[in-house]
């Protein structure tokens, strides 16, 4: 599963330490995985609705005995907030919970992803001190879903960044660091069996069915993608190779000519490529955190402060004043 380490303008933990998290992540998917494996195989307390109403009242009154099977309950009823200091390794923490029992071993992978998924959402958008507000289309985006639960850990996904270059905000294309390569993805979708018909024109030709209109060449934005980073990449010393892609997971790309430099992605050969990509068993590489890092420093970041954190500023500057 690879990791996010920056959404859009999103606050990301990662934009603080490109050391430390990406291995903190993939130590804590691991811990974590065989932890819900092992209850699995074991045969682990699923309770439904009925057993959980008359396990209650059968426990009523008696302390610590609710709190020691918190974690096979389904929470019906909304618990008070308690409002405590922040704790970072609270914050850091993972854990799954099953609410029932997966009937195969690939039915628990994959509830298990799609939560590990909200997660990583989580610490793209979020540090111990700071949050950015996620719109709620990100949790149902099937690209940025597909990236993440389908490549390694070791690589590396900033999705729809926006980086500040001479104080002006500049959209980027989909970046996938992996340990040997930088892609810079274009992606088209517009609907299933869609055909774009590439050029080295201004416009492309886009046909569905028996309606067809024009959109703008995406080479265009891979160039200028590509331009940017292999500056920021002379700038800080850093070599390591880009590649520039076009990727149509639904659809197909008729460019029988496209100009060296590109790679077409579509319908017909993204397994290949896909496979190609999960066979890579390389760990993290020294030039690719140091591709990132260089990256990530330009990133924009829009964020406010956490609740605690602005009320305990706010207490501060009260005692000032007195």
Request: with cysteine; proline share 4%.
């Amino acid at each position: 599963m690879a990791q996010l380490i920056k959404l859009q303008d999103y606050v990301s933990r990662y934009e603080k330490d490109m050391i430390r998290y990406p291995s903190q992540y993939v130590r804590l998917k691991k811990q974590q995985w065989t932890k819900i494996k092992q209850q699995w195989e074991d045969g682990g307390v699923y309770l439904n609705e009925e057993e959980i109403q008359r396990f209650k009242e059968e426990v009523e009154g008696k302390e610590g005995i609710l709190k020691r099977f918190k974690k096979i309950l389904v929470r019906h009823e909304e618990e008070p907030e308690v409002e405590e200091e922040p704790d970072e390794s609270d914050d850091l923490s993972f854990e799954p919970s099953v609410y029932y029992k997966p009937e195969t071993l690939d039915d628990l992978k994959h509830l298990y992803l799609d939560q590990l998924l909200h997660f990583q959402l989580k610490w793209a958008s979020s540090t111990l001190t700071e949050k950015s507000y996620v719109d709620s289309k990100y949790h149902r985006d099937d690209h940025l879903k597909f990236f993440l639960q389908r490549f390694p850990d070791t690589f590396l996904l900033m999705y729809e960044p926006i980086l500040l270059l001479k104080k002006a905000p500049v959209e980027l294309e989909v970046l996938l660091f992996t340990p040997t390569a930088l892609w810079c993805i274009s992606l088209l979708d517009q609907g299933e069996d869609t055909v774009f018909v590439g050029s080295t024109e201004r416009f492309w030709k886009v046909k569905k069915g028996e309606s067809e209109h024009t959109q703008l060449n995406p080479l265009i934005s891979l160039d200028r993608t590509a331009s940017i980073l292999q500056q920021i990449f002379d700038k800080n010393d850093v070599d390591f190779t880009i590649h520039k892609a076009v990727l149509s997971r639904t659809g197909y790309v008729d460019f029988p000519d496209i100009p060296y430099g590109y790679k077409v992605i579509d319908k017909r050969s993204i397994q290949k490529w896909h496979d190609h990509q999960r066979t890579m068993s390389s760990p993290f590489k020294h030039m690719q955190m140091k591709a990132a890092r260089a990256v990530i420093e330009y990133a924009q970041t829009t964020s406010v402060k956490r609740m605690q954190w602005s009320e305990a500023d706010e207490d501060l500057l009260g005692d000032t004043e007195e």
